[in-house]
């Protein structure tokens, strides 16, 4: 199993533009969710999914969006960058999203906006 | 809102000492999870605590969580090098949430 895999792994923006952030996992996990971690400080969610189709919010989801249409995959899009979006952001999946499980985390994509 | 501090925010001890991290809440949590993430790296879960004065070990790692389910803490007894990185205590269900972190480093 390749485990939780993020795609790109850098990424530079200018403020304004707008991408997209791919994350897949591989182990028919139903819970998936998306963290930014900023220096010095700990992890932040974004969004997280419970099953496919079903997304939530999650402590700073403003400027960003999510969908869940397969299992597999749970990406996230950034609208329209500014700066104050520069981060490391990891996707994270877990077994279930009905009990306290542990997560599994992707390498992360270091995201860059000027 | 529930609050929980992560202390110390940094260490840096001499190899084959001790340390320790804590995480302590103003409520009660329903559970705790440690996460190691290395330099460069992303977060690895190490353990999750869920009872009430729970203890669990992993080789030189001792894990607490408190009787009143409020605070947590993590015990690394004679650091090695390959101890250095970032641990990260977590909470919660769905929404989890992460202490700030407690950044270790080891001298040889």
């Known amino acids: 199993n390749a485990g939780v895999t993020q795609t790109p792994k850098f990424q530079v923006l200018k403020t304004g533009q707008s991408m997209t952030l791919q994350c897949a996992q591989d182990m028919n996990h139903e819970y998936m969710s998306w963290y930014r971690q900023d220096p010095g400080m700990g992890l932040r969610l974004i969004h997280y999914?419970?099953?496919?189709?079903?997304?939530d919010q999650g402590e700073v989801p403003n400027g960003y969006n999510v969908s869940r249409s397969t299992t597999e995959d749970f990406p996230l899009r950034l609208l329209s960058a500014a700066p104050s979006q520069t981060s490391v952001y990891f996707c994270?999946?877990?077994?279930?999203?009905?009990?306290?499980?542990?997560?599994?985390f992707g390498p992360g994509t270091r995201l860059t906006v000027l | 809102g529930q609050q929980v501090m992560q202390i110390p925010q940094y260490q840096h001890v001499q190899e084959g000492e001790d340390f320790t991290t804590y995480c302590n809440s103003s409520?009660?949590?329903?559970?705790i999870q440690w996460y190691k993430q290395r330099p460069g790296g992303h977060p690895v879960f190490l353990i999750q605590l869920v009872k009430s004065g729970e203890v669990k070990k992993q080789k030189r790692l001792t894990f607490q969580f408190g009787e009143a389910k409020k605070n947590s803490s993590l015990h690394i007894t004679a650091t090695q090098t390959t101890d250095v990185g970032t641990y990260f205590c977590a909470w919660g269900f769905q929404k989890l949430v992460f202490g700030t972190g407690t950044r270790l480093l080891v001298s040889p």
């Open positions: 994270a999946s877990s077994f279930s999203g009905l009990r306290e499980d542990e997560q599994f």
């Open positions: 999914s419970v099953g496919a189709g079903i997304t």
């Open positions: 409520t009660t949590l329903s559970n």
